[in-house]
Each structure stands twice: as structure tokens, then as C-alpha cells.
């Protein structure tokens, strides 16, 4: 667990910084960073100085130049890096969204159907998706979770998007006897 307190500027551009060098796997350029976080790229730059001095990111020189997320950069965000993680579908309208890991998915009210939402936690980003539209995620590898919804929210901080649930199926497995 980390022991960094990051500020939510901070947390954000570390966020858009690592889905983008996920992405691409190159150094990332400030202005990337600034268009992804809606941010002056001067403002990056000042921001990534105090991140390099907590050693979450690593300055690379050079007209290919830009940054790169460290290990404890992920490890700061809480982001699990795994070589091989289990997929997960995100559909956006109806249409397979690409590059996203759905890291958790958080039920909240099921005991009031009305008020039930999933967040999702995710890595990758989720740019484009508004308030309104349709998600689905799902299967889940084991259990088979589908849950259908509609955006209610996204916490852009936190890579998480709210979900008011318009239904939620787990297909039951048939006996072996």
C-alpha cells in the first residue's frame, strides 16, 4: 500500500500519464498529458517536477523525449500491473471499447433496486463516454457477470465510472449430477 499522499491534480495527471504510456509504451510528451487533463502544458511541467522528486515519474531528454511512470507510480495510484489479466468487455453505445482493464467493479445499494449502481474501476482511458450513455460490462471470467447500465457519473481521478444499473445478469450453472 502506498504511503504517497498525492493531491487530486497530482493523482490525475499521474492517471492520464500511465493510461497513456500504456498505451504506447514511449515516453509521453507534456502536451499529450495537458490535452488528456484539459491543463496548460506549462502547468504539466511544474507538476511533473514535484512528481519526478517523489520518484513517480522519470524525465527522458531528446526531441522523442517526455515522461514515464515508474513503478511506483503504479503502485501510488493503486494500479495493479499484471502481464496477463483476465478480459473483461467494456461496450460504449454498443461498441467495444479497446485498451480498457476493468480492475473492479463495486455494487452499491443492491438491497434498494431503484438506487443500485456498479463503479467501475478501470485502467485505460474512457475519454468520450457522457453522462447518459450506455455501458455494459461483462462477462467476468468466472462468475459470468453482465451488468448493463447507463452512465450516471465517472470520477476521472479515480478512473471510475458510475453506472446506474438497468440490469445485471450472472447466468446459474447448471448441477453435475
Known amino acids: 500500500m502506498s504511503s504517497i499522499e498525492l493531491t487530486p491534480s497530482q493523482k490525475k495527471i499521474l492517471r492520464a500519464l500511465t493510461n497513456l504510456h500504456k498505451e504506447s509504451e514511449d515516453a509521453i510528451k507534456g502536451e499529450d498529458i495537458a490535452e488528456q487533463v484539459d491543463r496548460n502544458p506549462g502547468t504539466i511541467r511544474n507538476q511533473m517536477q514535484s512528481l519526478k522528486a517523489l520518484q513517480l515519474v522519470e524525465g527522458v531528454p531528446g526531441p522523442k523525449g517526455g515522461y514515464k511512470p515508474t513503478a511506483a507510480a503504479f503502485e501510488a495510484l493503486e494500479i495493479q500491473q499484471m502481464d496477463d489479466p483476465a478480459s473483461v468487455p467494456v461496450e460504449h453505445e454498443g461498441e467495444p471499447l479497446e485498451g480498457i482493464i476493468v480492475e473492479e467493479i463495486d455494487l452499491s445499494s443492491v438491497h434498494h433496486p431503484e438506487l443500485?449502481?456498479?463503479?467501475?474501476?478501470?485502467?485505460?482511458?474512457?475519454?468520450?463516454?457522457?453522462?447518459?450513455?450506455?455501458?455494459?460490462?461483462?462477462?467476468?471470467?468466472?462468475s459470468k457477470l453482465v451488468i448493463e447500465g447507463t452512465l450516471d457519473g465517472r470520477d476521472d481521478t479515480n478512473n471510475i465510472l458510475i453506472l446506474r444499473i438497468d440490469d445485471m445478469v450472472a447466468p446459474a450453472e447448471e448441477p453435475n449430477h
Not at 124 to 137: F, K, L, N, P, R
Open 116 to 142: 443500485c449502481r456498479a463503479e467501475i474501476h478501470m485502467q485505460g482511458t474512457s475519454d468520450g463516454i457522457e453522462e447518459g450513455d450506455s455501458v455494459t460490462v461483462g462477462p467476468t471470467p468466472l
